[in-house]
């Protein structure tokens, strides 16, 4: 055993001992093993993952061998290195949140079961991961998607609860039975190997129909998980209803398995071989942040809100994904890499700010008793330190420099806009479109946090609650402080995080995609093939060779070259940019406190008209906020008023009507409530046949069964 | 199609040379009475007891006139006892003590803001007039503001009903300074029929400090921008023989 097996192993043995104290303690302690084991385990696989993307080791276990389908084996190459990573990022504060936080359901519910499977969560999840074949990845999937059902129904006494908690296990379940079809049916085409090297290696030369047919089925099975449009209804019923330690969880990594999913099989064992699988994936992903980041930006809901960000975040991922396939099937290998890394890197960056976001949200949560942003509002006096960290968390989602939605999003929309190498029109329209939509998107984010931000944290307190409401636990300010550290971290270091995550995508990136973007030309400044020596010059001639002999790394200027056709080089650098930031605010303060150091300042109150008191009620609301985005996008949103007289007497003399607006779900108005009436129509029609009490017809449609299922397995 | 704009290019400049030239158009101001000497003290009483709002006191046999309670009626402009009528328009006034004109770099340009702390909307119909190309506040640098937060002047008109009072007081403590206020008719100025009375203030001094006075009932649109003018410091306030009985009626 070496030592990322022990510390693997540890990880396992951590999670499960705190299942089982958390059986035995009484119910006070749940969030303190919950920050004890599950922080220690979270370490543990952190540690794991971090020997194994050194380079030094890896797992290789055989468990043991079926009697059917061969050999159950762990098997943790550097890809799943690098998902584990992800998963210690979002775990790792979520257990240490949970000290805290878990305070508040003691009063009404017992935690204890709640914290079994939580802490069992983290085993399955790293189970998922380290399966190295197909039959032991569905297990494990199985077990992690089961297990993540019931901590979300911790309330489990408000209806609300277990309706999202059953919608969550209905998609989930119709997800893995679509990707079981999938991965079993290229382990037949295969030959019945099942290990994901073998299964790689044997099927090279399938038929084209049966890779399309197979990339169909999986992907959608799994984009079930990675909460993508159209399969994306549960997300926003889950998210909220969740304690925020397990919504943390869920958008933070849960999401990420899908995106494995999808590299995984997808990409590295079915790699395409032409663009339309590519295509499809760009257009779902592109699709899922448009639309995620609209409905975002006009809900009020804090959680919900974060749940509709998180569907725009994975689409990103996913149209990274989908443009490293179209890369990929084009042969343009520099690029595929550089799509596929900067799709692990928005996934890292999207693990570590939305576990922030949620855990803030939580605590915000706790502290008022609300989630509505139309009923907080002037937190910032109130709870500064939180206040702070929540910027961070909203400043690196909504992509502004030097953090790290920053960097991922800049090179995404940097790589769509390589589409001038394709040939082929089509998909050329294809990236431009989608291109536009993700350039919306990142504006709208902009947009959405603005709002978070300012309507929560600003203004004037919109209820009573939120006016006394005081900073959260320490645990919770802690595990907020280490993710806005790794936000700040993953910003201004892309020239560390770009070749580590290339390393560990090797298989998809060999080492391509951190030699384009991340040169060494800063630490080779002379004799460097990819580039003249005048071009080389000119670029330390602006800078961007400061501090090569100190700083361990390639330099720290990202470089995205263009194409043939339009030879130009994107250059940025977010840790030159925090530098020149500083000295911009600190001189323009040096400015503005020379100019005004003669003025006397008086305060007065808030100018509201002249009115004798201004309630909050009165002052800018989120949704007044988000309205012009409501109205420009009124045809997607689809909003009905619903009429409700109930209220009226003796049917003709109307005393009260009220009027609510609905703002149905995209997703459920177009594809999943047709698809529920249509199924229903056809189990109606079925249910015509049960003629009540004739044996004999049902004696006959068994036999009519029983020819068609022979007939087929004749033919077959 | 562009008949309006040859039409509109063929009128000319329509917009009144007030500063510095005197506009005498017809109707561009009602006038108001001036001071005026009578043969008999009997006469100068006549005088007095025609007026409706109680203007004109008589003295011996003169019949001086208070031109805060003036509304412009006419009834002491012909007959037996008749006032001397003057046609000007340059009304405005320094208030008193501790009234400024504005200071260096307000010379040229003010931003104003409009507050009718209760008036019957003659004033605030002749203060719109401004902005309209006749009068074109706009070129002599004047522009109204819709926030107090970026008002050097506030443009006060009506009798500051009680409702308006600590609407007026909050408009003004939310203006930055320097900041220059203009009482803008009769009743701003005094009150003139309305007030004292339960309801009413009166005054604006009564609330916050005013600067200049603009009398008139309404007054006319270039005694408005000839208040502005004083307050710049880029006109003559008005004659000291008409000013001397402007008072303000204790409340
Ligand atoms: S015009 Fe009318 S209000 Fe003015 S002084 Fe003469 S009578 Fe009095």
């Known amino acids: 055993m070496n030592i990322a097996e022990f510390f693997f192993l540890l990880v396992l043995l951590l999670s499960v001992a705190g299942a089982v104290i958390s059986a035995l303690a009484p119910a006070q302690w749940t969030g303190r093993i919950l920050a004890i084991c599950g922080t220690s385990a979270a370490t543990a696989l952190l540690i794991a993952a971090a020997i194994i993307l050194a380079g030094h080791e890896s797992i290789r276990v055989d468990l043991w061998r079926l009697p059917v389908r061969g050999m159950l084996r762990l098997r943790v190459d550097s890809v799943s290195a690098f998902f584990m990573l992800a998963l210690g990022i979002s775990f790792l504060p979520a257990y240490w949140f949970s000290d805290g936080y878990m305070r508040r359901y003691l009063a009404h519910y017992d935690p204890r079961s709640f914290n079994i499977f939580f802490h069992l969560l983290l085993a399955a999840c790293a189970l998922v991961l380290a399966a190295g074949d197909v039959i032991s990845f569905l297990l494990a999937w199985r077990i992690m998607s089961g297990l993540a059902t019931f901590p979300i129904t911790l309330e489990h006494r408000q209806d609300e609860n277990r309706r999202a908690s059953y919608l969550f296990l209905a998609m989930n379940e119709a997800g893995i039975i679509i990707s079981t079809v999938g991965l079993l049916w290229m382990v037949a085409l295969a030959g019945g190997h099942t290990g994901f090297n073998a299964l790689h290696g044997s099927l090279r030369h399938i038929s084209p129909a049966a890779r399309w047919a197979i990339f169909l089925i999986v992907f959608f099975g799994f984009s079930v998980k990675a909460g993508l449009i159209p399969l994306s209804s549960w997300l926003p019923q889950a998210h909220p209803v969740a304690p925020a330690n397990m919504s943390a969880i869920m958008s933070g990594c849960l999401l990420n398995f899908g995106i494995y999913g999808i590299v995984r099989f997808d990409a590295i064992i079915l790699p395409p071989i032409s663009a339309g699988p590519g295509l499809v994936v760009l257009v779902v992903g592109a699709l899922s942040a448009l639309i995620g980041i609209l409905y975002a930006t006009i809900d009020n809901d804090m959680k919900k809100m974060l749940a509709h960000s998180s569907i725009e975040n994975l689409g990103i991922i996913a149209a990274n994904v989908g443009m490293g396939m179209v890369f990929t099937a084009y042969h343009l290998p520099v690029l595929a890499a550089i799509a596929y890394v900067v799709a692990m890197y928005h996934m890292i960056n999207h693990s570590a700010y939305k576990t922030l976001l949620f855990i803030a949200a939580g605590a915000i949560d706790q502290q008022t008793g609300t989630r509505d942003m139309n009923q907080l509002g002037g937190l910032l006096k109130r709870m500064p330190m939180l206040a702070a960290l929540f910027l961070v968390g909203a400043l690196a989602i909504a992509a502004l420099p030097p953090l790290n939605g920053f960097v991922s999003e800049w090179l995404t929309l940097q790589t769509i806009l390589r589409s001038e190498e394709f040939t082929s029109h089509f998909s050329r329209v294809v990236f431009a479109l989608c291109g536009a939509g993700l350039a919306l998107t990142a504006a709208l984010a902009v947009t959405c946090f603005v709002k978070a931000f300012a309507m929560s944290f600003l203004g004037p307190a919109h209820s009573e609650k939120a006016s006394r409401a005081l900073e959260p636990a320490k645990s919770a300010r802690i595990s907020m402080a280490i993710l806005a550290l790794a936000c700040i971290l993953l910003g201004i270091g892309p020239t560390w995080v770009i070749p580590t995550i290339n390393r560990a995508m090797k298989p998809l990136a060999a080492n391509l995609a951190a030699n384009a973007l991340v040169p060494p030309f800063f630490s080779h400044p002379h004799g460097n093939k990819d580039f003249s020596p005048g071009f080389m010059h000119d670029f330390a001639h602006i800078g961007a060779g400061i501090g090569r002999n100190i700083i361990p790394a390639r330099g720290l200027v990202v470089l995205h070259q263009g194409g043939k056709s339009n030879p130009v080089v994107y250059a940025m650098s977010t840790f030159y940019m925090v530098g020149v930031l500083a000295l911009i605010i600190f001189t323009t303060w040096l400015f503005v406190r020379w100019g005004t150091r003669r003025r006397t300042i008086t305060i007065s109150e808030p100018w509201a008209g002249g009115l004798r008191r201004l309630a909050p009620d009165m002052t800018y609301s989120a949704t007044g906020f988000s309205n012009p985005v409501r109205v420009i996008f009124r045809s997607i949103f689809g909003p009905a008023i619903r009429e409700d007289s109930s209220t009226a007497v003796a049917g003709h003399f109307r005393t009260a009507i009220s009027k609510q607006r609905d703002d149905g779900y995209i997703v459920d108005r177009l594809f999943l409530r047709p698809l529920t009436a249509t199924v229903n129509y056809a189990a109606k029609l079925l249910a015509k046949i049960h003629k009540p009490g004739m044996v004999n017809a049902y004696a006959a449609w068994v036999l009519a069964v029983l020819l068609v299922i022979l007939v087929i397995n004749r033919l077959l | ?251």
């Open chain 2, 1 to 251: 199609m562009f008949g309006w704009f040859l039409r509109g290019a063929g009128s000319r400049v329509k917009t009144t040379r007030y500063p510095p030239e005197f506009d005498s158009n017809v109707g561009i101001s009602p006038g108001r009475p001036i001071a005026t000497q009578f043969a008999s003290s009997q006469e100068a009483d006549n005088a007095a007891v025609q007026c409706p709002t109680q203007a004109i006191t008589a003295h011996d046999n003169m019949a001086d006139i208070n031109v805060s309670r003036c509304v412009h009626c006419m009834a002491c402009s012909h007959g037996e006892a008749a006032m001397k009528w003057q046609n000007d328009y340059d009304w405005a006034t320094l208030s008193g003590a501790g009234a400024s004109t504005t200071t260096r770099p307000f010379k040229k340009s003010l931003h104003i803001r409009l507050v009718d702390s209760g008036s019957c909307d003659a004033v605030i119909q002749e203060i719109k007039q401004l902005a309209k190309p006749y009068y074109n506040m706009h070129k002599l640098g004047f522009f109204i503001t819709p926030t107090p937060r970026h008002a050097d002047v506030l443009m006060v008109a009506g009798p500051v009903t009680s409702h308006m009072r600590l609407a007026l007081k909050k408009t003004y403590d939310a203006m930055p300074g320097p900041k220059w206020v203009l009482a803008v008719g009769n009743c701003a100025i005094s009150g003139c029929v309305f007030a004292p009375s339960f309801m009413a203030a009166g005054t604006v001094s009564s609330v916050i400090p005013v600067d200049v006075q603009v009398p008139g009932c309404p007054p006319p649109p270039l005694a408005i921008l000839h208040g502005l003018l004083v307050l710049t410091g880029r006109a003559q306030e008005a004659p000291p023989h008409v000013t001397t009985t402007i008072a303000e009626v204790p409340l």
